[in-house]
């Protein structure tokens, strides 16, 4: 009968034990899940600021390209050229800008 106790007592055990591993295994899953959701929501918040930015970018170009055009007294296709000059140069500093402001340093490995 002693065996049979102790057989009831190591069954007991491993199901306390496995129950303890579940809710681990639980946490973790939904730490996880947690850390999913937060991505996805700054992914989506990216692509809806990049959406707004790019309709701002349209609509400020006609303002920029007629601006140039009766500025400097140019042709349809001259001032097209001169407009797109000039954005594709203001748009490489400020990107070179906001890299060097913004951008991420990279870690090198020691080994």
Do not use: C, P
């Not at 639980?26 to 959406?51: F, G, M, P, Q, R």
Request: glycine letters at 2%; aromatic letters at 6%; hydrophobic letters at 50%.
């Amino acid at each position: 009968m002693k065996k049979l106790t102790n057989k009831k007592q190591l069954e007991l055990i491993i199901k306390k034990l496995l129950k303890e591993k579940t809710l681990v295994a639980k946490a973790e899953i939904e730490k996880h899940t947690n850390d999913y959701k937060e991505e996805v929501k700054k992914a989506v918040l990216t692509a809806v600021v990049a959406a707004f930015s790019f309709l701002m970018a349209l609509e400020w170009r006609e303002v920029i390209k007629n601006y140039v055009n009766s500025l400097l007294e140019l042709t349809s296709i001259q001032g097209d050229v001169a407009s797109a000059s000039i954005i594709t140069l203001l748009s490489v500093l400020a990107i070179l800008i906001f890299t060097k402001v913004l951008g991420v340093k990279e870690v090198k490995d020691e080994k």
